[in-house]
């Protein structure tokens, strides 16, 4: 079973709204997929890097929009990611943000990627490749991310800035002419997805840098190769949809149930103690947020309250009502 990258989600609010505002449906796109339409309001949860591929494709063939990643990441902006691009605006120069995103994105917004500079002569070039081995969706995937690159660097240089040129692998005219009207500048084929623009921009000031630091992220994105948190944030999201089964989870990795268990085991784990450590983790945050203990063990698909409130029970060795409590300062 290869190792899954992991992304935020904070890009499937703004895909629904723009397939939306394209004529198109997006419920049924996230659907087909196996996501939960619900995802478009949890920006922060984890999902597959091959699912957003999958689904930014999906929609930029059913809306008949070439330059679909482009058009949403220019819409969104570089804000569009949330706590990640707040913690980035914080840098005092383009390098810096540069640097610290080069340094951090595998960590706090999405593994199995990577962003570089090269230098040539008097120009950079700012890099993005996803590492994992998938091809579906990965030039629509590029153009998002290099609409969000351009995005911060013009909150540095100014809205109407203009890098050299995009470079977008294997792209072809309409491609590139759909891209270039999205981001106002040039988009030509080249070997490898980036930015270029004259040195001297890294060293230009934060214009409006705030005060404070927002500190670590909370839900730091795990290792490709960490199979159990991995399968810890699939499940969390899967429960947008109900409870999920031990096959489900198999599907999501693209896997048999008997090689998952038997991977799980090796780690010392089950798909049962996940699921319950899940099931329990989701309870307090729903609970701490003044849910009710009937909607949140409605929300956990359990069948009554009186069975959520036993389980409750099993794991913390006190009623859900507690949680209630404790939540309100009582």
């Known amino acids: ?11 499937m609010g703004p895909v629904a709204d723009l397939v939306r505002r394209s004529g ?3 419920d049924p796109l996230f659907r087909h997929l196996g996501l939960s339409p619900r995802l478009a309001d949890e920006p922060e949860r984890l999902i597959l ?23 949403l990441s220019a819409e969104v902006g570089f804000a569009g990611l949330g ?10 120069t383009v390098a810096e943000a540069i640097a610290r995103i080069n340094n951090t994105i595998a960590v706090d917004l999405q593994s199995a990627t990577a962003t570089w500079v090269e230098r040539t002569g008097r120009q950079i070039k700012w890099c993005y490749r996803v590492t994992e081995r998938v091809e579906l969706g990965r030039q629509q995937n590029e153009l998002l991310a290099l609409g969000y690159q351009l995005s911060m660097l013009r909150g540095f240089a100014g809205a109407r800035w203009m890098p050299v040129r995009i470079d977008l692998p294997a792209a072809r005219r309409p491609v590139c002419a759909a891209a270039s009207d999205a981001f106002r500048c040039e988009v030509v084929p080249g070997e490898v997805a980036g930015i270029v623009f004259g040195v001297p921009v ?12 927002d500190g670590p992220v909370e839900d730091p994105v795990p290792r490709t190769d960490d199979l159990v948190a991995c399968a810890e944030r699939l499940l969390d999201a899967a429960l947008l949809e109900g409870r999920p089964t031990l096959r489900d989870l198999a599907g999501r990795l693209e896997t048999t149930p008997r090689t998952l268990q038997r991977r799980l085991a090796a780690a010392g ?3 049962d103690s996940l699921l319950r450590r899940t ?3 989701r309870a307090d945050e729903l609970l701490a947020a003044g849910h009710s203990v009937t909607s949140t063990a409605v929300e956990l698909g359990y069948s009554d309250t009186a069975h959520f409130s036993r389980a409750y029970r099993s ?7 507690r949680g209630i409590v404790r939540a309100s300062g009582r």
């Open 24 to 26: 198109g449906r997006p």
């Open 202 to 213: 890294l060293s230009l000031a934060n214009p409006g840098r705030p005060a404070g630091d």
């Open 269 to 271: 784990e089950s798909f």
């Open 315 to 321: 794991w913390t060795g006190h009623p859900p009502s």
């Open 1 to 11: 079973m290869e190792a899954r990258g992991l992304t935020r989600a904070a890009t």
């Open 49 to 71: 890097l091959r699912d957003q591929l999958r689904l930014i494709e999906a929609a930029a063939r059913s809306v008949g929009d070439a330059g679909f990643g482009a058009r």
């Open 279 to 281: 099931l329990h983790r």
């Open 83 to 92: 706590g990640y691009a707040r913690r980035i605006s914080r840098s005092r």
